[in-house]
């Protein structure tokens, strides 16, 4: 089975949430739509479920046209960030109601609700009310519900974002496993590059209603195919410099260049973006081919086992991620180092011409 979205489009009020959009989806796979808020995540997956109906195109499962069709008939399930239970019922009946909308067995859905439950670490709570469960056994119960359901698509909606961050990073490692064997096609949006790398399966980048790259998450993260992709599949987004190629010499700025050699010799003279991201600006020269830049440090940010660094490169705000914590002199002038293999380059447009090294030979 397969969910084909043919050209689909939705506008509200005037406005376009989704731009013609087509994409296929294969049963058994995890599917991330990766963007920023209001980059059209939900509405695609509206479109998806049934809940809306697309302006233009066509939705289609297992070849048969579903467009319009009412999304109780279209066997789906959907857990949004916003956790929904039925209040006035135990977690063990909340998570049996779709089998028993179904009519299913009192034994097969016994056999199912329990087996979910353990899953989810929910089986000391089967006869508990949801409001009587923290905010992640609220959220693991509409997760359970999710499961039961078998439905052929599970669509999930940022379900982690409201849990304390030990629960997301163990539900992130667990929710491919917990599905691996239904069979049915999952999708699942996030703002965040790192839990779309976590996941793996497939991603769609997606930027103002328009899917930029889809494709194997490891291929779309490591070889973006422009530089909205790249934005988009970087935390925090990919820094840029204008460069000039000259011969053949890669001209950065700061009086410094680099041979074009590699992907890079095959550029013609002319000007380029080149990209590179946060975590692969240093403080220190760790190669001997890194380039130094100096930047004017406006803020740092420290995590605990890192630090954000807030640049201003000659206008250009640049973001590096360093490891440790660093007490840094704001306002003051801050050096710091980039390894050319790090480095894409992008047309003026966007549109990517070179890889970085290390990440062809990733």
């Not at 809940?51 to 195109?57: A, E, I, K, R």
């Not at 979910?116 to 923290?134: G, I, N």
């Not at 890079?264 to 380039?291: I, W």
Request: one cysteine or more; a negative charge.
């Amino acid at each position: 089975m397969s969910l084909v979205l043919e050209g689909v489009s939705t506008v509200v009020n005037g406005q376009t949430h989704i731009y013609p959009t087509d994409l296929e989806l294969s049963s058994g796979t995890m599917n991330v739509l990766l963007g920023p808020t209001s980059s059209g995540k939900t509405s695609l997956m509206r479109i998806m479920a049934g809940l809306d109906v697309p302006n233009t195109g066509k939705v289609l499962w297992g070849g048969k046209d579903v467009t319009g069709m009412r999304v109780q008939d279209r066997g789906v399930a959907m857990v949004y960030q916003q956790f929904i239970n039925y209040p006035s019922m135990t977690v063990y009946d909340n998570i049996a109601s779709p089998m028993r909308l179904l009519g299913q067995s009192a034994e097969q859905i016994d056999t199912a609700v329990k087996k979910a439950a353990d899953l989810m670490k929910l089986s000391p709570f089967l006869d508990r009310k949801p409001l009587e469960l923290s905010g992640g056994q609220q959220q693991r119960c509409a997760l359970a519900r999710a499961l039961v359901k078998d439905a052929g698509l599970v669509l999930l909606d940022e379900p982690l974002a409201n849990l304390d961050y030990k629960l997301r990073e163990e539900l992130r490692a667990e929710i491919p496993k917990i599905f691996e064997e239904a069979g049915s096609i999952f999708v699942y949006a996030t703002t965040e590059p790192e839990e779309a790398l976590l996941l793996g399966g497939n991603t769609a980048a997606m930027w103002e209603g328009k899917i930029t790259q889809f494709g194997k998450t490891p291929t779309v993260y490591r070889q973006p195919v422009n530089a909205t992709t790249a934005r988009v599949f970087s935390d925090p987004p990919m820094n840029f410099l204008t460069v000039q190629k000259t011969g053949d010499r890669l001209m950065f700025g700061d009086g410094q260049s680099v041979v074009a050699s590699g992907a890079f010799s095959g550029l013609k003279d002319g000007s380029y973006l080149a990209g590179f991201r946060p975590n692969h600006l240093e403080l220190e020269k760790h190669s001997a081919d890194a380039m130094i830049f100096t930047g004017n440090l406006n803020v740092t940010e420290i995590t605990g086992s890192e630090t954000f660094v807030h640049l201003d490169h000659h206008g250009e705000n640049w973001v590096g991620l360093v490891h440790g914590v660093k007490d840094l002199e704001i306002g003051a002038a801050l050096d710091v180092y980039l390894d050319p293999s790090h480095v894409y380059i992008f047309e003026l447009d966007g549109t990517s011409v070179a890889p970085a090294s290390y990440a062809v030979a990733a």
